[in-house]
């Protein structure tokens, strides 16, 4: 037993900066630590990582962080869907919460050096890919090509908007975007993201690429099936699984899924593991 | 080994001896019926303490993960927010602790201190607890028909994690010391020389309780085990096992080594709020479901597979080097559904073996 064991359990104030609604029911919400060292320590985090945000008197849920490390600011993306995310919906800017992390295991994105990255999202999916889209934008040189196919719903469901139109025109990109269901103002492509690989002048990057994965169930399961048929390995498809962690260190056990803590073997799992926990997604 | 011995009438000098060092002593006491339960000892009751008798089905396992538990308060004034973290570590001794709870405790110390993050409040409760552990010797009072320590390989007499050990010889105790803290205890007078005529009862002792335990469906554990972690077991014994879960959570509340909990916020006063953790069970409908109302985990026998896997299954197992379940059978006493550990392990092993010889 060790002397200076820390209380891993206890947040650490911080405060809430500004808050931008992204698309409906979800809000990206700026914020920093009222500790310039805490701050600090904090922005180590890697992309896929996560954090428990607490709200006192309501509760602590985890959260994907959508920032990437090399971001100045750092920021949630929640949408409001429980009785906590909807405590911190009504917090105005200036405003405490408490926050600790960062935890998980993260996107080895050392490990992806020298490959393509495919980054397929569905809705709110967008959010932890977003942390390793910037990532990798920031680190373009070890990357070859990037790609990203992005499905929503409806064109006011796209996230990160500035982001999309940012990367939908750089050189170093290749950004498809799709929605369902299209409105008057949509020239895009419709119909669902996996349509999206099979368009005119789209080739998807398949050979030495890790394709990363993050969306609704059915979504999934669909790209899924798409990827493989493509000849993706099931290695080289990788995701972040979300269970509702009470501890996010291993161990209050609600995220345990067959021999997998989330909360410390994940949330970043490739699918030749998550086919393996034997659990619904 | 260092035999010492502690006469009989001695026993209540070692409790007070105890409670002089400002340990507050636990020790086991008998309810109405087959109600038992370790209460702390005091002037009143000192002399009700027992040393035979059955089990208490609450597990002494509250002592370093109470049932619930507060982790601290976080308090708001004037825009600001101050968290402040609440620690409850009393010196505690448990009198009478049996070998399985000792395992029990042994299999927290490596789970909640183990790994890549230690658990603090555990730490400091742990810290300033001492087991004095008695071995289940009458096979009348101590044995019931659900125990298989033998089987799990952690009693009737417990071979470490205890500080001290105390097995009933007749006339008096035999008294070993697990740690320094226990050899300290044993330097006291109250506590005299043994001899090899002491040893030599003691073996003849162990010897003859094996004979008592009634369980021998809890032989198959390792072959559940094996079966367990290779994936062989059906979905459809798991159904089998799941349809007979009432979904109480009996069995994970008893349990000396389940560790699962949630967390909780209360308000204690005006801006006032106290994070509590409480023991949580995996056999109850809402453990997975996440906000939204997604629930991963729907059908009640992937609950079910869940317990026994996280307790059967090698990997776990060699993860935390030791294993989930003591032999302590109050699962198999409590459950209504009669699914406690040994039945499931006679149903995996009976179904599997059965699949694999078709």
């Known amino acids: ?281 | 080994m260092k035999a010492r011995v502690l006469p009989k009438s001695e026993v209540l000098a070692l409790l007070d001896l105890l409670r002089a060092q400002g340990y507050e002593v636990l020790a086991p006491f008998c309810g109405r019926g087959r109600d038992t339960y370790f209460d702390t000892v005091t002037d009143q009751n000192r002399d009700q303490v027992q040393i035979h008798l059955p089990n208490p089905y609450y597990p002494p396992k509250r002592f370093v993960f109470p049932h619930i538990e507060r982790l601290m308060k976080a308090e708001r004034s004037h825009g600001d927010l101050r968290i402040e973290p609440i620690y409850d570590a009393p010196k505690r001794a448990i009198f009478g602790i049996r070998s399985c709870d000792v395992a029990g405790i042994y299999h927290l110390d490596r789970f909640f201190l183990g790994r890549e993050f230690s658990d603090i409040y555990y730490q400091k409760r742990r810290r300033n607890l001492l087991l004095i552990n008695l071995v289940c010797t009458d096979p009348e009072r101590d044995i019931g028909k659900e125990c298989f320590c033998m089987c799990a390989d952690t009693g009737p007499a417990a071979r470490d994690h205890f500080d001290l050990q105390l097995m009933d010889l007749g006339d008096e105790f035999m008294a070993v010391a697990g740690t320094s803290a226990g050899e300290v205890l044993l330097a006291n007078p109250v506590f005299r020389k043994g001899t090899d005529e002491h040893v030599a009862r003691r073996r003849t002792i162990l010897e003859d309780l094996r004979t008592h335990f009634q369980s021998i469906l809890t032989s198959w554990f390792s072959a559940a085990v094996r079966y367990v972690s290779q994936g062989k077991v059906s979905e459809k014994t798991w159904e089998e096992i799941g349809q007979r879960c009432l979904e109480c959570g009996g069995c994970t509340y008893v349990c000396p080594a389940c560790t699962c909990f949630t967390v909780t916020d209360r308000q204690v006063g005006a801006g006032q709020v106290e994070r509590v953790r409480m023991w949580d069970s995996c056999a109850l409908g809402g453990f997975t479901r996440m906000a939204g109302g997604f629930n991963p985990r729907r059908a009640v026998h992937d609950r079910r597979n869940r317990r026994f896997f996280r307790k059967l299954s090698h990997y776990f197992i060699q993860r935390e080097l030791s294993m989930a379940c003591v032999g302590c059978g109050r699962c198999a006493a409590v459950c209504h559904g009669d699914i406690g550990m040994p039945t499931v392990v006679e149903m995996i092993r009976r179904a599997t073996a059965q699949a694999e010889a078709r």
Request: with cysteine.
């Open chain 1, 1 to 281: 037993m060790s002397a200076a064991t820390q209380n891993v359990y206890l947040p650490k104030p911080a405060v809430l900066e500004r808050v931008v609604a992204e698309i409906p029911e979800v809000k990206t919400f700026y914020w920093h630590f009222e500790d310039d060292r805490e701050q600090q320590e904090f922005h180590k985090f890697r992309p896929g990582q996560f954090a428990q945000i607490s709200l006192f008197g309501v509760g602590e849920f985890p959260a994907s962080l959508p920032s990437s490390p090399g971001e100045e600011e750092t920021f949630f993306t929640i949408r409001k869907v429980g009785t906590c995310t909807q405590a911190l919906d009504e917090l105005q800017p200036g405003q405490k919460f408490a926050v600790r992390g960062p935890y998980g295991n993260g996107f080895p994105m050392e490990d992806y050096y020298g490959r393509n990255l495919v980054f397929v999202a569905g809705g709110i999916g967008m959010i932890p890919l977003r942390s390793c889209i910037v990532y990798a934008l920031q680190h373009r040189k070890y990357y070859d090509r990037i790609q990203i196919f992005y499905g929503a719903k409806a064109p006011r469901e796209l996230m990160y908007m500035p982001n999309l139109r940012e990367w939908e025109h750089s050189a170093g990109v290749e950004c498809y975007l799709t929605v369902d269901r299209p409105d008057a103002s949509w020239t895009g492509n419709v119909g669902v993201v996996g349509s999206l690989f099979s368009k005119p002048g789209v080739s998807v990057a398949v050979d030495n690429s890790t394709v990363f994965v993050c969306g609704p169930p059915v979504m999934f399961r669909f790209v899924i099936r798409d990827l493989l048929a493509m000849g993706c390995e099931e290695k080289n498809i990788v995701s972040t699984l979300e269970r509702y962690m009470k501890c996010g260190v291993g161990k209050c056990g609600h995220c345990c899924i067959g021999v997998a803590y989330v909360c410390v073997d994940g949330p970043v799992f490739t699918y030749q593991q998550i086919k393996k926990l034997g659990e619904e997604i």
